[in-house]
């Protein structure tokens, strides 16, 4: 039941008044009432009573006879509030009737000030002010009069050309001045006398001596400003809105009975207007009645058919209002819509302007009609009071207070009327409107949860001005869904039948645990109880029930079998409901991120603009004081662990492929719940993947060693079999779970070695970043050749120069190679190969070269090599290649030495004096190089071994020019023909003539560029614009000037620059050094370009 409206009698004519009022005006604290006698009575208004005195109050200006005659006649339902059924919306409706409210009375509701007698010789009809003129405008023998509103002298009366008036409207808008654009206050009063419409304007006081005058179709009967600049006017053929500015007149089209097109079908199948104003008996028409809505509408009527429109004139998609008879008077009344039957039915209608549904019904016994404050430019709630007046008595409809009405609303269920009309409610006339607005919406999504309307309820309860608390949203579910936040409650017995199938759940290995799950019976029968209520059991077919539920206990295999169709609805039920809630969780989700960073669980920075931050924290939390930021943390994280359990919850009920995609990334589901709901449905890989998201890595990891390391699979979670998925979940963890690491990867490398050795080879930060020393260690009790593989990688892939690493590598290799030398094979080749080239790669055993040395065997023939590169980096290069001489006879490998070696040293940066040496003409002044010490070994080999001529003279004819002349020819045997030399000195000579060569190239290219220098010195580059070599010129005009001052030339002293800028000799110091330090271009390029034109003009 609403109470919008209240109606308080505040003129009441006595009984033997024979006076009838025929219209009235209020504005201020005054009301006047005019007479059917042309009398004019002027009533001050008086504040009401309070509550307490209204129950003794009597009824004054009249007579109280002519009141109990009124009550006596009526019966009591007459006398309450009645309520008329309405297609959409049947509502109770209530008011007080007015003989009641009239005996109420104890202060006078209004006092009489004055009468102006003979105010016009017929009856008034219509009364309107113009405030700012201070005029009273009055409609009496079908003509238009002006009073003053003071004196009530007549100012003209009747109005120039109104005559055979039938009505008229006024209004009042601020306006700005287009030449001045100065607001001010512009009143009109348009004026119907038959097919014209007059005109009247007011400049703030001053009344415009010019009137104007549009001619219409037909006569008008009704007129309504739409705003401003244009009016409404109702016709017997239907409506037109006429434009007082331009003069324009459009007829006003729309659907339905009003303004359709003629041969158009109507609401009831009416042919046009004018054939449907026909309907009355005896060929009466209906009036055209209209009035201004909020926010630029309209509503026009005739009979019981309606037409919204804007105050454009274009039509409006709305439905009819369901009138069950046509109405005596409209109107407006912020916010609602009201209607006023006929005297006889004597009741006054209140309506929602948006969804037409009738809230309250008044019973007004003789109520004819409406009364409405002048339109002014204050709010549109300021005049939400209005007046109906009868013959004999005027009530005061005063609004009851919004929250009142709201709250009525809410209490009947009218969630929707609630809604509406909030939304229409400016936020100053309801306390905390978007909190209450709010309230109504999550109680009416509560009610479609009901009603079965899932999606629109889980819309409502996500939508942004809502943001339904969590908690709230999980009542509406059963404990498998809410856990204990469920409202629902569920029977014992449903427990009871709900253990038995899933106990045989597992030991039966069903493919699908989800279908298992939804096909439950214990999920959904407190849920439809919830649902529909909790129905009355009849004691004849409870024992027939009980037998059921024991036979499908028993047969849970079949019920198991069920397809989607064989379910019982209330399952399925459960089962949208769910689909549903997974949306609204994750929209709860997202904006709990917007506060909270689910990473760390720390409140993110709040907005300091009007932002969604700090809304976001109201809305999420239940909260009603201030908190610390501390309380807000911990009170968001217990928020977010609520949404993500369920969350869950509802994915392993409706979807539990999607479950994994939840522990993917950073979240708050309870591990206690996700932990005995994915064992209880053997989904290991996803419990592995919520283990590590929640950093619970041991329990994750035993998990993985308990189904990987059995050598046959386990049949309920076959992919974790084998060292797999516990290598890759290793190759993710932190080198700071180094100790976990290593405790995992024992039985993954006993498994399967070579995949294992990913965890410390892989190419990942984790890996590369893991206590090398730790791995080492830990590698060394399995095998060697797992420690050389991790050695060798840190080292030569990770660039790792530990001294001590390079040492246990090659003590692991001399180790592993004399192991295995008994049992020498390809295996063994490829390992020697990888330490010799370990040792001629790796630079840090300077440092450590005689412990490697001293490890190395020595009379050991495969292990030569070694030795000799160790030499070799400890700079003994002769005892080295004395190895591969002598030892391993292998000529091929010590040239190569020595090449290597030479280009080693060609490499380093050289001395002064090596530079010297280098570019000298005598070749005998070089030093000896490494060539030098190899032709030694095999022309003076130290005994018992003998001189070895063909190596000898092969290394000479190579590399003859790189050894002095002196020393080399002195080693050279006596008895050696000089004939094998030929190949030697033909490689000195040609090295000698490439150096007078390139000494002459160098002189000639030398000249070559002398050359040029001069030419471009004496006669310059030839570029326009660039150097123009002595022989340039500048030409200085009048108009030219400094480069740098920007000041003319004149007849000073100047300086021409190389680009041909010139300047001040005083200013030459600041253009060399603004030049030379990087500064303004404007030599080179701004200026200089402008001079040089100049000087060309000239």
Known sequence: MLSAFTARPIIELKQRDKSKIESILAY???VIAGLNTGSLRIYRLNDPPPPSTTKLAKPTNGSSSLLDAQIASQSPSDLSSTAHPSQDDPPVSSSQGAATAAAAAVVKPTDLLREVDKFSTRAIEQLAVIKEASTLVSLSNYAISLHDLQTFEPIEAPLLRSKNASTFAVTSNIVKDPATDIPEIISRLAVAVKRRLLLWLWHDSELSPDVTEIVLAEAIRTITWANATKVVCGMNSGYVIVDVEMGSVEEIVGSGAIGAAAGAQGRFGAVSTASMGMMGLGGFIPKPLSTKLGQGELLLAKDINTLFIKDTGKALEKRQIPWHAAPEGIGYSYPYLLALQPPAKGSLEVRNPDTLSLLQTI?????????????????????????????????????????????????????DEAISILSMLEDALVKDKTETMREVKMLKAELLFRQKKYRESMDLFNEDEVHAPPERVLK????IIAGDLSGVEEEQEDESDHEAPNGKANDEKAPRQDAIEVSSPQKGGAFTKYLMGHRKVNSETASIASSKRAHDSDDSVSIRGKTAEEQSQDDKDLMAAVLELNSYLAGARARLQRVIDPATGKLKPRKTQSGSTEEAFKSLLTLSKDESDGERERELQSTFKLVDTALFRAYMYSRPTLASSLFRIPN????????????????????????????LHRQALDLLRRFGSPDEPDDIAPTLHGPQRTVMYLQGLPPEMIDVILEFADWTLKKDPKLAMEVFLADSENAETLPRDKV??????????LEIQYLEHIITELNDMTVKFHDRLVELFIKKLISEEADRGKEWDLLMERFVRFLKLSGQYKYSLSKAFNLIPKEDPLFYEAQAVVLSKMDQHKQALAIYVFKMKDFTKAEEYCNRIHK?????????????????????EAQPSIYHTLLSLYLTPPPPHSPNLEPALDLLSKHGSRLPATSTLSLVPDSLPVAELESYFRGRMRNANS???ETRVVAGLRKTGLVTS?????LGDGIPGGQGGRNRRVVVSEERVCGVCHKRLGGTVVAAMPDSTVVHYGCLNRAQSGAAGGGAPLLSSQVGAWGRSAGVGA
């Open 363 to 415: 019973s007004l016994p003789g109520a004819a009609a409406l009364h409405f404050p002048p339109p002014t430019v204050s709010l549109a709630h300021a005049g939400k009071y209005f007046h109906v007046l009868s013959e004999r008595v005027v009530w005061k409809m005063d609004a009851t207070n919004y929250d009142s009405q709201i709250e009525e609303l809410i209490k009947s269920g009218k969630y």
């Open 776 to 785: 080492i260690s830990f590698l060394s009790r399995f095998d060697t050749g």
């Open 28 to 30: 201020g604290d005054r």
């Open 1014 to 1018: 001069q030419a471009l010195l004496l």
């Open 904 to 924: 080693a040293k060609d490499a380093q940066p050289a001395s002064p004096s090596q530079i010297h040496h280098g570019t000298s003409e005598d070749p005998d």
């Open 476 to 479: 509406l579910f059963p404990k």
């Open 668 to 695: 708050f589901c309870d591990p206690d719940v996700v932990n005995e709901r994915l064992v209880e449905h053997n989904r290991f890989n996803e419990l592995v993947d919520f283990f590590y998201g929640k950093k």
């Open 995 to 997: 150096v007078v060569n």
